[in-house]
Nanobody, 121 residues
Framework: QVQLAESGGGLAQAGDSLRLSCAVS????????VGWFRQPPGKEREFVAG????????YYSDSAKGRFRISRDNPKAMVYLEMNNLRPEDTAVYYC??????????????WGQGIQVTVSS
């Protein structure tokens, strides 16, 4: 079992940067992949970015490429999502998610509670 807890959300203005943090606990983080998803108001949850804890391989959605960066700190069991040049359409509840390394790279089965990010124009 893996537990994930997000922090760092809040209010931002268009063009601002914001960093979300995800604390991963429960099992050795090197066995997992961790990702970020988001759910905009009235829309379905969508994948944003993922990282393989053992090795650091990263992958992104098209909307996140070039503006968002996912990173990890294995000793601290933390995963970060740095979001730059924020846009109002980035407004969403952001979720940290985890999966065993044997699962598909988009097949996450552990979820945090989610954290609100609101970007004003």
């Amino acid at each position: 079992q893996v537990q994930l807890a997000e922090s760092g959300g809040g209010l931002a203005q268009a063009g601002d940067s914001l960093r979300l943090s995800c604390a991963v606990s429960g099992r050795p983080v090197s066995r997992y992949g961790v990702g970020w998803f988001r759910q905009p108001p009235g829309k379905e949850r969508e994948f944003v970015a993922g990282i393989i804890m053992n090795g650091g391989y990263t992958y992104y959605s098209d909307s996140a490429k070039g503006r968002f960066r996912i990173s990890r700190d294995n000793p601290k069991a933390m995963v970060y999502l740095e979001m730059n040049n924020l846009r109002p359409e980035d407004t969403a509840v952001y979720y940290c998610a985890g999966r065993e390394s044997t699962r598909g790279q988009y097949d996450f089965n552990y979820w945090g509670q989610g954290i609100q990010v609101t970007v004003s124009s």
